[in-house]
C-alpha cells in the first residue's frame, strides 16, 4: 500500500517562509514523478510545482522564483521549500506521486499553509 505522509505546514506572516516534506512508502521512490499541489477555499486544485525521476523541475508561474521541490530519493521524500509567502499562498498544499512503473496516481492527506499577519 502506497502511503504519502506530509508535514511541515502551519501559519507563517507574509514574507515568511516555510518548508514541506512528503515522504513516500510502498512503491520505488525513484520512480515516482512527484508534485505539490494546492487548494485554497472555493477553487480548484492546481499544480503549484513538480519534480520528474530525472530531476527535472516545472513550477507554476505564481510561485517560480520564491517556491524550489527538490526530492531526496534515499530518504524517499520530497520537498517544497516556500519563501517570500503572500496571503495567497494559503492553501491545503497536497503531494503527488505518478509511478512511472505502474501508472497510477497516488495523495497525500494534504497540509494547511496559512499566510496571514
Known amino acids: 500500500q502506497v502511503q504519502l505522509v506530509e508535514s511541515g505546514g502551519g501559519l507563517v506572516q507574509p514574507g515568511g517562509s516555510l518548508r514541506l516534506s512528503c515522504t513516500v512508502s510502498?512503491?520505488?521512490?525513484?520512480?515516482?514523478?512527484m508534485g505539490w499541489y494546492r487548494q485554497a477555499p472555493g477553487k480548484q486544485r492546481e499544480l503549484v510545482a513538480a519534480?520528474?525521476?530525472?530531476?527535472?523541475?516545472n513550477y507554476a508561474d505564481s510561485v517560480k522564483g520564491r517556491f524550489t521541490i527538490a526530492r531526496e530519493n534515499a530518504k524517499n521524500t520530497v520537498y517544497l521549500q516556500m519563501n517570500s509567502l503572500k496571503p495567497e499562498d494559503t492553501a491545503v498544499y497536497y503531494c503527488?506521486?505518478?509511478?512511472?512503473?505502474?501508472?497510477?496516481?497516488?495523495w497525500g492527506q494534504g497540509t494547511q499553509v496559512t499566510v496571514s499577519s
Open positions: 519534480i520528474t525521476t530525472h530531476g527535472t523541475t
Open positions: 503527488n506521486a505518478y509511478s512511472t512503473l505502474v501508472g497510477s496516481n497516488y
Open positions: 510502498g512503491s520505488v521512490f525513484r520512480a515516482n514523478a
